[in-house]
């Protein structure tokens, strides 16, 4: 009996140990993944602490950089596009002849300027005049075989039908003297329109045809300007009605112009709208095909912020720019906005009044001390 209870210790015991041991690998196992994770975050929380330590020292030791500022000041700024446009005169009329024969005297020159009605060119008129005299006694023996017939037809000795034929006749002929004497004008040119010659194609002596072109007549009071809009750009125009036009060969003389029409229809190849400018040229410093850059104002923001382009950073996808705050820098995220040639609108981030660095601002690093040499009030300070 005490043997078989020694016998059944001795099998427990052995099964203890056998348990024991089986467990000990995945103790062990256990016991290291503790023993790591607490030397992985000393290391971490280590290596936090030298990083700060580093911060600290570079601070320290990075000298003074000396920069420049601008206090932020509401100002005007617009998202405005400059377009290409030729000048061309508000009216150019070719004057034609209306009836064909020998030029007897030029009245005018190229450069003279004429009022509707004035004499540019007369014909030799003999030949019509001889034909207008010719109807015109046509017409008046018609108008006396008329007159005796409608006596006799009253006494009835003419009958209805001569009377009419003679009506018709007479009426035949006054239209025949009047289309003559309406070519024996014709033989006068006058001006249809007032304005300039710029082109005479005749001269005297000369035998024009009906239709041959004897000048060109120009209104150049006012001049049209033609530029073309993208397609882009036709909504924003639409809505406009005032424009400043640049005329380089007039030393980049600026004018104001204003809307005349805007085409419904793209030009088939350019693919652009076509917009004409109505601009007063009194003076008449303006000639026509000059070449202007049209100035379109698409959107205005009275009272925005602006920076200087090269004053803003991107850095890891974010858009930042640096602030000076006590002698120290400090980075801020923006939001950009609308852009004037090298100025930016700033819609988020910043607020008016803060120092912001433009010249420096790409050696400074975040709650560095700076050294500020010079601080600007506006914008334009930065190009004096």
Same mark, same amino acid.
């Given at each position: 009996m005490e043997k078989q209870i020694i016998a059944e210790r001795e099998t427990s015991a052995r099964k203890w140990l056998r348990r024991i041991w089986g467990a000990l690998p995945s103790l062990f196992l256990t016991a290291l993944i503790v023993v790591v994770v607490m030397l992985f975050g000393r290391i971490q929380s280590e290596s936090k602490i030298l990083e700060e330590q580093k911060k600290t020292q570079m601070r320290q030791k990075q000298p003074d950089v000396n920069v420049v500022t601008l206090e932020l000041a509401p100002a005007p700024i617009r998202d405005r596009i400059n377009l290409?446009?030729?000048?061309?005169?508000?009216?150019?009329?070719?004057?034609?002849?209306?009836?064909?024969?020998?030029?007897?005297?030029?009245?005018?020159?190229?450069?003279?300027?004429?009022?509707?009605?004035?004499?540019?060119?007369?014909?030799?008129?003999?030949? *019509? &005049?001889? !034909?207008?005299?010719? @109807?015109?006694? +046509? *017409? &008046?023996? !018609?108008?006396?075989? @008329?007159?005796? +017939?409608?006596?006799?037809?009253?006494?009835? @000795?003419a009958t209805r039908s001569q009377l009419d034929d003679a009506r018709a006749q007479a009426e035949n002929y006054r239209a025949s003297m009047d289309t003559a004497e309406l070519n024996l004008e014709r033989c006068t040119l006058r001006a249809p329109i007032s304005g300039l010659i710029n082109r005479l194609y005749i001269d005297n002596g000369q035998f024009l045809n009906h239709a041959d072109k004897v000048a060109e007549i120009l209104q150049i009071g006012q001049i049209k300007v033609r530029v073309g809009i993208p397609e882009s750009d036709v909504d924003a125009v639409r809505n406009l009605e005032d424009f400043n036009i640049k005329i380089d060969a007039l030393n980049g003389k600026i004018f104001s112009a204003k809307k005349y029409f805007l085409s419904r229809t793209a030009d088939t190849e350019a693919r652009l709208y076509n917009l004409d400018l109505a601009v007063d040229n009194a003076g008449g410093e303006i000639l026509p095909d000059m070449f202007a850059r049209v100035e379109i104002v698409k959107k205005?923001?009275?009272?925005?912020?602006?920076?200087?382009?090269?004053?803003?950073?991107?850095?890891?996808?974010?858009?930042?720019?640096?602030?000076?705050k006590d002698n120290k820098s400090y980075s801020r995220k923006i939001v950009t906005g609308l852009q004037e040639g090298w100025r930016v609108e700033i819609t988020q981030g910043l607020d008016a009044g803060e120092q912001v660095i433009v010249v420096g601002q790409r050696s400074v690093n975040d709650d560095q001390t700076v050294n500020v040499v010079r601080r600007l009030k506006s914008i334009e300070e930065l190009v004096k």
């Open positions: 290409p446009g030729i000048t061309q005169p508000w009216v150019k009329l070719d004057v034609l002849t209306e009836v064909s024969g020998k030029v007897a005297k030029k009245a005018v020159e190229e450069g003279n300027s004429v009022r509707k009605g004035d004499v540019i060119a007369v014909f030799d008129s003999r030949d *019509y &005049q001889n !034909a207008y005299n010719s @109807l015109k006694a +046509l *017409y &008046q023996a !018609a108008s006396a075989t @008329l007159t005796r +017939l409608e006596k006799l037809h009253e006494g009835q @000795l205005e923001v009275p009272e925005g912020l602006s920076l200087p382009l090269y004053s803003i950073i991107t850095r890891n996808n974010e858009t930042i720019v640096y602030v000076c």
